[in-house]
């Protein structure tokens, strides 16, 4: 079940010079090209990291498990946590150094996204596509 377009969209946002938005984004666009490659497809939750570990890029998931997991958001109850990688859409609420000193800082989210680049290139190899 491909979702070009949806991917189209994200791989925009990818590719912003804004690094927060670069990372949503491209963990968006890693998500729906894993969705449509997996067997059975299209499995629920966002949960790159297990997913990742399926397609034997273990070593690739352990590490963007620990450099989303270093970066910290609220919660729902308005505390702070760390980043469950399994649950990345938690980075919308990001609680980046510009507005909570000493938290998450660019060069950690961008530590993710050279990661990111690292798996792209993994699961090209191995026919999940991704741009």
């Not at 919660?75 to 609420?93: C, F, I, M």
Request: net charge negative; hydrophobic share 35%.
């Amino acid at each position: 079940m491909p979702h070009a377009y949806n991917k189209a969209a994200f791989i925009t946002g990818a590719n912003s010079n804004n690094c927060l938005l670069s990372l949503y984004c491209s963990l968006v666009t890693l998500e729906l090209a894993i969705k449509d490659h997996l067997d059975p497809p299209w499995q629920t939750g966002h949960k790159i990291i297990d997913w990742l570990g399926s397609l034997g890029e273990t070593s690739l998931a352990t590490q963007l498990d620990a450099q989303l997991s270093a970066l910290y958001c609220t919660h729902k109850d308005g505390t702070e946590v760390n980043v469950k990688a399994n649950q990345y859409p938690d980075l919308r609420y990001i609680r980046h150094e510009s507005d909570f000193p000493g938290k998450s800082t660019d060069n950690q989210i961008q530590a993710a996204l050279d990661i990111i680049r690292d798996i792209k290139i993994q699961l090209n190899a191995r026919g999940v596509l991704l741009q």
